[in-house]
T-cell receptor
Framework: DTEVTQTPKHLVMGMTNKKSLKCEQHMGHRAMYWYKQKAKKPPELMFVYSYEKLSINESVPSRFSPECPNSSLLNLHLHALQPEDSALYLC??????????????FGPGTRLTVL | AQSVSQHNHHVILSEAASLELGCNYSYGGTVNLFWYVQYPGQHLQLLLKYFSGDPLVKGIKGFEAEFIKSKFSFNLRKPSVQWSDTAEYFCAVNALDSSYKLIFGSGTRLLVRP
């Protein structure tokens, strides 16, 4: 089973709202990722967690706050977003980050609209 | 900095035509290579991957790709496309000295006409 689940599928929020995106995998993977994908563009890496610790932050604005409560869950907390943050947010996981174990499996994404 | 180039942004084919999508990367070291597909309204799915060994890699749904190290290329091929292959195809590269980062190409949008 190579399933990564994400909730919600769609989210509409105002610029003053606080919301969270959730991601879950039960493949025993120890690395999890957040990507942002704008329309007709490739995914762009935002954050990487390895063994529940943040290992990469790709200079993402602080209005995006990731959290990894345990090895199966990954959250992305959103606060004071801008309309240009509207995009598809993808979660991915991989067994590990070493050679041969770093194939990333993607979830269906959360389509976020900021009004 | 590493980069991935997909030269064909839009490809239109008729069913049963052969497909080849180009992918080139810029990085001199050891890499892992991937092709992902995104069908309309669906999530990114792994088509195939190359880590080491035989440079000709076979994936799902009849796709294959060939790693040519001297050309820094990893082109995707399928001998006979179907209407259901209509999708966006992304090449991605992972340099082994920066394991976490998967660098995606800009994608190729394939339309297969019935």
């Amino acid at each position: 089973d190579t399933e990564v689940t994400q909730t919600p599928k769609h989210l509409v929020m105002g610029m003053t709202n606080k919301k969270s995106l959730k991601c879950e995998q039960h493949m025993g993977h120890r690395a999890m990722y957040w990507y942002k994908q704008k329309a007709k563009k490739p995914p762009e890496l935002m954050f990487v967690y390895s063994y529940e610790k943040l290992s990469i932050n790709e200079s993402v604005p602080s209005r995006f706050s990731p959290e990894c409560p345990n090895s199966s869950l990954l959250n992305l907390h959103l606060h004071a977003l801008q309309p240009e943050d509207s995009a598809l947010y993808l979660c991915a996981s991989s067994q590990d980050t070493g050679p041969g174990t770093d194939t990333q499996y993607f979830g269906p994404g959360t389509r976020l609209t900021v009004l | 900095a590493q980069s991935v180039s997909q030269h064909n942004h839009h490809v239109i084919l008729s069913e049963a035509a052969s497909l080849e999508l180009g992918c080139n990367y810029s990085y001199g070291g050891t890499v892992n290579l991937f092709w992902y597909v995104q069908y309309p309204g669906q999530h990114l799915q792994l088509l195939l991957k190359y880590f080491s060994g035989d440079p000709l890699v076979k994936g799902i749904k009849g796709f294959e790709a060939e790693f040519i190290k001297s050309k820094f290329s990893f082109n995707l091929r399928k001998p006979s496309v179907q209407w259901s292959d209509t999708a966006e195809y992304f090449c991605a590269v992972n340099a082994l000295d920066s394991s976490y980062k998967l660098i995606f190409g800009s994608g190729t949008r394939l339309l297969v006409r019935p």
